[in-house]
């Protein structure tokens, strides 16, 4: 196996110095400290990148409010909608130089990031450009009681509400920022954006192209640095009018609580859970195998709407079991920059001896490796996909999230009984229903506790339909026409002639 060769562009990116995008141009504080970006394929050191200080923060939330009030609040909507279209234009010419940079820092398969990171980034942009010009109030007509001769009217405004600070996670570092800054942007806000310190890289360029496609200085920015540090000096600052936060259940929780002590901000939390996947007793073995590779081992499980838990009939478990310890083995491990590759490493180191902590709890717990639940022999933060049958509900492989390729398999009894276990978590982030029998599948959505559930499918968004979760899994929701409320104002104006 050969790596494909890097290009000239990103070996002369990654030689740069990096630190902050403001103002519709590169800062780096020469005095502030800096933190390693690492390639989690080989642990070598890609890059440094200069941390935020507190003045480069301000000046990032100020360039933001004078772009908000000098410019793109005042923007046409078709206009707005243009240069969208424009950046997403740019972001696929430079496809490839995007998705190289992007597994360089992830670890994502090459495929991956061009496929998901670039394209489906491009397909969402392009949605919201697409509503710039539809964002509306509407009339109303009105049974005020007129004393004399005097009428009444109302409607409704959808208004910008200010500068919005989007906290990007590592896993998907370009969609996920494209959810956050392409919402705001759509609805005439202004955003500061903030990279997971682990893959600060490719929003740099991003906010570079969206230069070049026009979008005004100020209106797009990047800090970098420790999540710890700049995420509660973005909810504090009282220019910062809404919060977008994608990560992990505990963080979001402080994230949320923070946005009300901090004047009542408005907030949008993607969270993580414990997601299941439920397949019924007519769904055949094979397909069943695939569904489970599809719904929880992608991108190395590193998704947050990935399944973690299957619920499988007892009289198919053991098949299913058996197949599954089959195909995970036959699953080629290697370096993401290989085309051939099927696997690569997890993100970062902290999150591979979080998985090998989970591997020794299960063990202990008496659960069955059914494949995998350790380290593969290579450089880097490779985990080999792994699948447990566990013993029972209550095993903490069943209870806590992985965030990783870990499977846990659970024999059910009777149909009635699937919803129910699916349904005992404190999370809701997603779910999947597998059957050939259609009217069964429908019986059960209503019954599943989930923001998403899909059926014969899992782990596939469309920007038309909203994503959120349910219970602790987060609150609002992200794309579809719902998005909008989360990044506007709605205004009443009564009228009396």
């Known amino acids: 196996m050969s790596d494909i060769p890097l290009l000239p562009e990103v070996q002369a990116f990654l030689a740069r110095r990096h630190g902050q995008f403001?103002?519709?141009?590169?800062?780096?504080?020469?005095?502030?400290?800096?933190?390693?970006?690492?390639?989690?394929?080989?642990?070598?050191?890609?890059?440094?990148?200069?941390?935020?200080?507190?003045?480069?923060?301000?000046?990032?939330?100020?360039?933001?409010?004078?772009?908000?009030?000098?410019?793109?609040?005042?923007?046409?909507?078709?206009?707005?909608?243009?240069?969208?279209?424009?950046?997403?234009?740019?972001?696929?010419?430079?496809?490839?130089?995007?998705?190289?940079?992007?597994?360089?820092?992830?670890?994502?398969?090459?495929?991956?990031?061009?496929?998901?990171?670039?394209?489906?980034?491009?397909?969402?942009?392009?949605?919201?450009?697409g509503w710039t010009t539809?964002?509306?109030?509407?009339?109303?007509?009105?049974?005020?009681?007129?004393?004399?001769?005097?009428?009444?009217?109302?409607?409704?405004?959808?208004?910008?509400i200010g500068v919005a600070a989007g906290i990007v996670p590592w896993n998907f570092s370009i969609m996920i920022a494209?959810?956050?800054?392409?919402?705001?942007?759509?609805?005439?806000?202004?955003?500061?954006?903030?990279?997971?310190?682990f893959t600060p890289l490719t929003m740099l360029r991003v906010a570079e192209l969206a230069i070049e496609a026009g979008i005004p200085a100020g209106v797009l920015n990047v800090v970098n640095g420790a999540g710890g540090v700049l995420g509660p000096a973005l909810i504090e600052h009282p220019a910062v009018a809404k919060i977008s936060f994608t990560g992990s259940v505990p963080t979001g929780t402080g994230v949320g609580v923070a946005a009300l002590k901090a004047g009542l901000k408005h907030v949008t939390l993607e969270l993580g859970g414990k997601n299941p996947a439920g397949f019924l007793p007519d769904y055949p073995v094979e397909k069943t195998v695939d569904g489970i590779l599809e719904a929880g081992y992608m991108n190395q499980g590193q998704i947050c709407a990935s399944a973690e838990r299957f619920y499988i009939h007892r009289s198919r478990i053991d098949a299913v079991q058996e197949l599954l310890a089959k195909r995970l083995a036959a699953i080629p491990l290697g370096?993401?920059?290989?085309?051939?590759?099927?696997?690569?490493?997890?993100?970062?180191?902290a999150h591979y001896q979080k998985l090998m902590r989970f591997f020794q709890q299960a063990r202990a717990e008496g659960g069955e490796v059914i494949y995998g639940a350790e380290s593969a022999d290579m450089d880097g933060y490779y985990?080999?996909?792994?699948?447990?049958?566990?013993?029972?509900?209550?095993?903490?492989?069943?209870?806590?999230?992985?965030?990783?390729?870990?499977?846990?398999?659970?024999?059910?009894?009777?149909?009635?009984?699937?919803?129910?276990?699916?349904?005992?978590?404190?999370?809701?982030?997603?779910?999947?229903?597998?059957?050939?029998?259609?009217?069964?599948?429908?019986?059960?959505?209503?019954?599943?506790?989930?923001?998403?559930?899909?059926?014969?499918?899992?782990?596939?968004?469309?920007?038309?339909?909203?994503?959120?979760?349910?219970?602790?899994?987060?609150?609002?929701?992200?794309?579809?026409?719902a998005y909008i409320e989360n990044f506007t104002e709605l205004k009443t104006v009564m009228i009396r002639y």
């Open 178 to 197: 494209v959810w956050k800054f392409g919402a705001a942007l759509s609805c005439g806000c202004t955003t500061v954006i903030k990279p997971s310190e």
């Open 22 to 129: 403001i103002d519709g141009q590169a800062s780096i504080d020469a005095d502030s400290s800096t933190f390693d970006v690492v390639n989690p394929a080989t642990t070598r050191v890609l890059a440094q990148v200069h941390q935020a200080s507190s003045d480069e923060l301000q000046q990032a939330v100020d360039s933001a409010r004078r772009a908000f009030e000098g410019r793109w609040r005042d923007t046409s909507p078709a206009r707005r909608g243009e240069l969208l279209n424009r950046l997403a234009d740019l972001m696929l010419q430079h496809r490839e130089e995007l998705a190289q940079i992007e597994t360089l820092c992830s670890g994502k398969l090459i495929q991956i990031s061009r496929g998901f990171e670039v394209d489906y980034a491009v397909q969402f942009l392009r949605y919201f450009a």
């Open 383 to 481: 985990v080999k996909p792994t699948a447990i049958r566990a013993r029972s509900q209550h095993d903490l492989i069943m209870r806590e999230e992985t965030f990783g390729p870990v499977g846990s398999l659970l024999a059910y009894d009777e149909v009635d009984e699937l919803a129910d276990y699916m349904n005992d978590t404190p999370f809701g982030l997603s779910a999947s229903l597998w059957t050939q029998e259609l009217s069964t599948a429908l019986r059960l959505i209503p019954r599943v506790e989930a923001g998403t559930v899909w059926v014969n499918m899992h782990n596939f968004l469309d920007p038309a339909l909203p994503f959120g979760g349910a219970k602790q899994s987060g609150i609002g929701r992200e794309f579809g026409e």
């Open 134 to 160: 539809k964002i509306q109030g509407r009339t109303a007509s009105l049974s005020l009681p007129s004393a004399g001769s005097e009428q009444y009217m109302g409607y409704t405004l959808r208004e910008p």
């Open 335 to 349: 370096s993401p920059l290989d085309e051939r590759s099927g696997f690569g490493p997890v993100a970062n180191q």
